[in-house]
C-alpha cells in the first residue's frame, strides 16, 4: 500500500475565524504530507491531531478499505496527505496486521513475533484480529504503541508485517531478525530489489513458522516532497552530526540552515522522539527543521559502534551481501550504508578506514564508511 507522501501532493493551508467573522485568525501552515501518530480523535468536529496539527478526517482508508473516524484510536500510526481536490485523506499506517496466536498478561503474539504492550485490553483474546502500531526499538525489535481490535476481520484482508530486511537469500530473509518471510511467490511493487538493511511492507499470511508474502513494498522517505514532517525515533547517528537516521528507513542531513526546536543539534542521539521537516537535496534529503520530544533511554547506545584500521577479508556472497575485516571483527554492509571520501564497496581492500554503525542482531552492520582521518590528511598533503 503506497504511502501518500508524494511531490505531487498539494497542500490545503487551513484557516479559521471567529464567530462574527470581523477578525480572521490564520493557523499555522500544515504541511503537504505528515507521518506520525495520533494524538487525539473528536468525533464532534471530524477531526483528528497528528504531531499538533488538527486535521479534518475527509477520508479514512486502510489498504483499498474505507473505515469511520470511530475506527481510529490515540496512538494509532497514520499518513496524512492534504489536497485541494479530495481533502484531506488519513490512511492506517499499522506496523503489524494479524491474528493473536498467543497471549500471557501483557505479552502477546503476532505473525510469530513475540510482544509485550503494557496497555495491551483485557477483552483481547486468542483468535482475535488487530492492529499494531510501533516504532523501532533498541534491539531491532518493536516498541509497541497501540494494539487496536478489529471485529470485521474482512475489512483488514491479509496479515501484514513491517521491519528491516536482513539474511537475505533468494528466497527468503528475516524480518526485525524475528521472523522468516518466504517471498518466493511474491510480488515486489515496482520490480525492486530487495537487499538487506531495507525496511520493508509484507502482505501475506502466515503458514506454519513462515510468513508467506504475497505482495512486499520498499518503503523509504525518497518519495516525500519538500513540505512534510516525519514523527519517528532516531535509530542512529553519525559521530560528527552531520547525518542521522530515522525509524530504521532512512538518513536526513543536517547543515547550518537546519533549524532546532526544543533541543540543539547536541541532542541528536539514538533513541530520541522528533519531528523532521525536510527537502530533497541530490540523493540525500536535508533536514530543515528537526523538534525534539521525549527521549527512550532503553539502552540505544549499547548498540552502536565506531571502528577504525585497515580493511581485510572481503567477502560477497551470491546474495550480494558484502561484508570485511577490521579490527579482527567482521563488518557488514546493507542498502543503508553510506560510502564516503570516494570510496565504494569495490576499492575498499587495504584502505585505513573509519566505520559507523550499529550492532543488528549481533553483527556490526556499517551505516557510514569513511578514511581515517590520518590518512585522508596525509593524501591532502
Same mark, same amino acid.
Given at each position: 500500500?503506497?504511502?501518500?507522501?508524494?511531490?505531487?501532493?498539494?497542500?490545503?493551508?487551513?484557516?479559521?475565524?471567529? @464567530?462574527?467573522?470581523?477578525?480572521?485568525?490564520?493557523?499555522? +501552515?500544515? +504541511?503537504?504530507?505528515?507521518?506520525?501518530?495520533?494524538?487525539?480523535?473528536?468525533? &464532534?468536529? #471530524?477531526?483528528?491531531? !497528528?504531531?499538533?496539527?488538527?486535521? @479534518?478526517?475527509?477520508?479514512?482508508?486502510?489498504?483499498?478499505?474505507?473505515?469511520?473516524?470511530?475506527?481510529?484510536?490515540?496512538?494509532?500510526?497514520?499518513?496524512?496527505?492534504?489536497?485541494?481536490?479530495?481533502?484531506?485523506?488519513?490512511?492506517?499506517? +499499522?506496523?503489524?496486521?494479524?491474528?493473536?496466536?498467543?497471549?500471557?498478561? *501483557?505479552?502477546?503474539?503476532?505473525?510469530?513475533?513475540?510482544?509485550?504492550?503494557?496497555?495491551?485490553?483485557?477483552?483481547?483474546?486468542?483468535?482475535?484480529?488487530?492492529?499494531?502500531?510501533?516504532?523501532?526499538?533498541?534491539?531491532?525489535?518493536?516498541?509497541?504503541?497501540?494494539?487496536?481490535?478489529?471485529?470485521?476481520?474482512?475489512?483488514?484482508?491479509?496479515?501484514?508485517?513491517?521491519? +528491516?530486511?536482513?539474511?537475505?537469500?533468494?528466497?527468503?530473509?528475516?524480518?526485525? #531478525?524475528?521472523?522468516?518471510?518466504?517471498?518466493? &511467490?511474491?510480488?515486489?511493487? $515496482?520490480?525492486?530489489?530487495?537487499?538487506?538493511?531495507? %525496511? !520493508?511492507?509484507?502482505?501475506?499470511?502466515?503458514?506454519?513458522?513462515?510468513?508467506?508474502?504475497?505482495?512486499?513494498?520498499?518503503?523509504?522517505?525518497? $518519495?516525500?516532497?519538500?513540505?512534510?514532517?516525519?514523527?519517528?525515533?532516531?535509530? %542512529?547517528?553519525?559521530?560528527?552530526?552531520?547525518?542521522?537516521?530515522?525509524?530504521?528507513?532512512?538518513?536526513?542531513?543536517?547543515?547550518?540552515?537546519?533549524?532546532?526546536?526544543?533541543?540543539?543539534?547536541? #541532542?541528536?542521539?539514538?533513541?530520541?522522539?522528533?519531528? !523532521?521537516?525536510?527537502?530533497?537535496?541530490? *540523493?540525500?534529503?536535508?533536514?530543515?527543521?528537526?523538534?525534539?520530544?521525549?527521549?527512550?533511554?532503553?539502552?540505544?547506545?549499547?548498540?552502536?559502534?565506531?571502528?577504525?584500521?585497515?580493511? @581485510? &577479508?572481503?567477502?560477497?556472497?551470491?546474495?550480494?551481501?558484502?561484508?570485511?575485516?577490521?579490527?579482527?571483527?567482521?563488518?557488514?554492509?546493507?542498502?543503508?550504508?553510506?560510502?564516503?571520501?570516494?570510496?565504494?564497496?569495490?576499492?575498499?581492500?587495504?584502505?585505513?578506514?573509519?566505520?559507523?554503525?550499529?550492532?543488528?542482531?549481533?553483527?556490526? !552492520?556499517?551505516?557510514?564508511?569513511?578514511?581515517?582521518? *590520518?590518512?585522508?590528511? *596525509?593524501?591532502?598533503?
Amino acid at each position: 500500500m503506497k504511502k501518500l507522501f508524494l511531490a505531487t501532493v498539494i497542500s490545503a493551508s487551513l484557516m479559521a475565524c471567529n @464567530s462574527d467573522d470581523s477578525s480572521p485568525v490564520i493557523t499555522e +501552515p500544515t +504541511p503537504q504530507g505528515v507521518e506520525g501518530t495520533i494524538e487525539l480523535v473528536d468525533l &464532534n468536529t #471530524n477531526q483528528i491531531t !497528528v504531531n499538533g496539527h488538527r486535521y @479534518s478526517a475527509d477520508s479514512i482508508v486502510y489498504s483499498q478499505t474505507a473505515l469511520s473516524l470511530n475506527q481510529l484510536q490515540k496512538d494509532m500510526t497514520v499518513t496524512i496527505a492534504t489536497t485541494d481536490k479530495d481533502g484531506t485523506q488519513v490512511r492506517l499506517n +499499522p506496523t503489524i496486521v494479524g491474528e493473536i496466536t498467543a497471549r500471557n498478561g *501483557d505479552s502477546f503474539t503476532i505473525n510469530g513475533v513475540d510482544l509485550s504492550f503494557a496497555d495491551l485490553s483485557d477483552d483481547i483474546e486468542v483468535g482475535d484480529w488487530v492492529m499494531v502500531s510501533s516504532l523501532p526499538a533498541a534491539d531491532g525489535g518493536y516498541s509497541v504503541l497501540s494494539v487496536v481490535e478489529f471485529d470485521d476481520v474482512d475489512l483488514i484482508g491479509q496479515a501484514e508485517i513491517e521491519g +528491516p530486511v536482513s539474511s537475505l537469500t533468494n528466497i527468503e530473509f528475516l524480518l526485525a #531478525n524475528t521472523i522468516t518471510v518466504d517471498y518466493s &511467490n511474491a510480488t515486489i511493487d $515496482d520490480n525492486e530489489t530487495l537487499a538487506n538493511g531495507q %525496511w !520493508v511492507e509484507v502482505t501475506g499470511k502466515m503458514i506454519g513458522n513462515k510468513f508467506s508474502a504475497t505482495e512486499i513494498e520498499i518503503e523509504d522517505y525518497d $518519495d516525500f516532497g519538500d513540505d512534510n514532517e516525519i514523527e519517528g525515533v532516531i535509530t %542512529w547517528v553519525a559521530n560528527d552530526l552531520s547525518r542521522f537516521e530515522l525509524n530504521s528507513r532512512g538518513s536526513f542531513l543536517i547543515n547550518s540552515q537546519t533549524e532546532f526546536d526544543d533541543g540543539s543539534r547536541n #541532542n541528536l542521539v539514538a533513541g530520541q522522539i522528533v519531528e !523532521v521537516s525536510s527537502v530533497k537535496e541530490g *540523493d540525500n534529503r536535508l533536514a530543515t527543521e528537526v523538534e525534539f520530544d521525549e527521549l527512550d533511554n532503553d539502552g540505544w547506545d549499547k548498540f552502536e559502534f565506531e571502528l577504525d584500521g585497515t580493511v @581485510s &577479508n572481503i567477502q560477497h556472497d551470491n546474495t550480494d551481501i558484502f561484508s570485511f575485516t577490521i579490527n579482527a571483527k567482521t563488518v557488514y554492509t546493507d542498502a543503508k550504508t553510506v560510502y564516503e571520501d570516494g570510496l565504494t564497496k569495490d576499492n575498499l581492500d587495504g584502505e585505513n578506514i573509519e566505520v559507523e554503525g550499529t550492532i543488528i542482531d549481533g553483527k556490526y !552492520v556499517a551505516r557510514e564508511i569513511e578514511l581515517n582521518d *590520518d590518512q585522508d590528511n *596525509d593524501n591532502n598533503i
